[in-house]
């Protein structure tokens, strides 16, 4: 390997690739489960609270990088075509590890929208779900101190309490569920790279 990897889109392309769907699936299925398991609960909660921001900019940030470094013709090829300029309507492809592929457009305009799916799921849970639930969160424990019982302590509960158990389960399962939409789209971009690469 040359020095002259390091200066090829393509490369870094792949680094934030494989970073995204690798740190997506340690912390939806390994990392999360393991801490839920072995932790008190408020100890999990505090990990949660301070890991999750870090994540889901992590996984917002990621896919603007695959979006720059995209091969096929560059970010703009991955554009509805009123989009894009008319100077750049027929871009020619800075570098290309992938092999030439007669669907391209169509493949483009799928990427498109995997690499936007990636993107809107991250970012919902960053500026929307996650400070959400964490203010939820927040304002159950205040609850707990004012009950002198844990929300998930068995009940009967006050009427407080379990109204911010279920907004807790609605914004916990949306952001699950958010997280696996963006799963699928790391996994199907996955199957597309895989298709287009010559060994």
Request: a positive charge; charged letters at 10%.
């Amino acid at each position: 390997m040359s020095l002259s990897s390091f200066k090829n889109p393509a490369m870094y392309h792949l680094l934030s690739y494989g970073t995204l769907l690798g740190s997506t699936l340690f912390q939806s299925f390994i990392s999360g489960v393991v801490a839920y398991r072995v932790l008190p609960r408020a100890q999990f909660s505090t990990l949660q609270k301070h890991t999750f921001p870090v994540y889901f900019s992590l996984q917002t940030v990621l896919p603007a990088a695959m979006l720059l470094t995209y091969p096929r013709g560059g970010a703009t090829s991955l554009l509805p075509s009123f989009l894009v300029p008319s100077s750049s309507a027929s871009p020619t492809p800075a570098f290309s590890f992938f092999a030439p592929v007669a669907t391209a457009p169509s493949r483009n305009k799928l990427a498109g929208w995997l690499h936007a799916t990636m993107f809107v799921t991250a970012l919902a849970n960053l500026v929307y779900i996650g400070p959400k639930t964490t203010e939820i969160m927040g304002i159950r424990k205040h609850q707990e101190t004012r009950d002198g019982k844990r929300s998930y302590d068995n009940g009967p509960h006050s009427k407080e309490m379990q109204a911010l158990n279920k907004q807790f389960a609605i914004l916990h399962g949306v952001s699950t569920v958010v997280n696996l939409i963006g799963l699928g789209a790391m996994v199907w971009y996955g199957a597309i790279l895989a298709d287009g690469l010559t060994l």
